[in-house]
């Protein structure tokens, strides 16, 4: 079945620094999405992507939908405490998504 | 504009037994979708479900059963529990035929076998 790799498994940042995560798959999607997960909640979606090579932005965060269709990446620039969580990674075909297996972020104050 | 509930928010259940777990789709949605979420790992597809027919299932046995009503809420159903069945249910709303906006999740329901 499909698959979808994210990298890295974990970050520890300082607040301030941006952070880049990504996604990759064997195979193509025609949607990939972004969500957040904290503690006790189900995901929350960040960014949707459309179109291959298309650029997307939510205030300090910025996705890009490859080229191959099979990646994408997520930027976070500036970050704060509240950016702490689980972001995971979605490729979406006829409606139904695979996720990732999440990038756990950690910011220090 | 109503989000997507489920219940209940916890339950804990013997091996063996037969578990329902519920959940009412987001105003306006009409596709329901269920994920299994173990421990450190991202949400499994189980199955959705589109005008209350399974429209696509994910890698799990025949045990996993659900339903979906005309108001376009769900259940899912699992029999003969095992222990590895322990993790959070996510249900997943979103609209097929409109904008793919991606789904909008419950909080889940966190199931613990024993």
């Known amino acids: 079945g499909q698959q979808l790799n994210q990298s890295p498994q974990s970050m520890f940042i300082q607040e301030g ?3 880049s995560m990504n996604c990759t798959s064997s195979s193509i999607f025609n949607t990939w999405l972004w969500y957040k997960q904290d503690p ?3 995901p929350v979606l960040l960014i949707a992507l459309y179109k291959a090579g298309e650029l997307t932005s939510n205030g300090r965060l910025t996705a890009q ?3 191959t269709r099979k990646d994408s990446f997520l930027n976070i620039s500036a970050s704060i405490p509240s950016d702490v969580g689980i972001y995971f990674c979605a490729g979406s075909i006829a409606g139904k998504s695979t996720f990732g297996d999440g990038t756990t972020l950690t910011v220090k104050p | ?3 997507v509930t ?3 928010t916890h339950l804990i259940k013997t ?3 037969q578990v329902t777990l519920r959940c009412s789709s ?3 949605h009409n596709t329901v979708s269920w994920y299994q979420q173990a421990l450190g790992q991202g949400p499994q597809f189980i199955f959705q479900y589109y005008r209350e027919e399974e429209n696509g299932r994910g890698n799990f046995p025949p045990r996993f059963s659900g339903l979906q009503f005309p108001n376009y809420s769900s ?3 699992v029999n003969a529990l095992e222990l590895d069945d322990s993790a959070l249910y996510l249900c997943a709303s979103s609209l097929v035929g409109g904008p793919n906006y991606g789904y909008t999740f419950g909080s889940g329901t966190r199931l613990t076998v024993v």
């Open chain 1, 17 to 19: 620094e941006d952070v």
């Open chain 1, 40 to 42: 006790g909640e189900g």
């Open chain 1, 65 to 67: 939908f490859g080229i």
């Open chain 2, 1 to 3: 504009e109503t989000g």
């Open chain 2, 6 to 8: 489920q219940s209940p």
């Open chain 2, 15 to 17: 091996r063996g037994q």
């Open chain 2, 26 to 28: 987001q105003s306006g």
């Open chain 2, 75 to 77: 259940e899912l159903n």
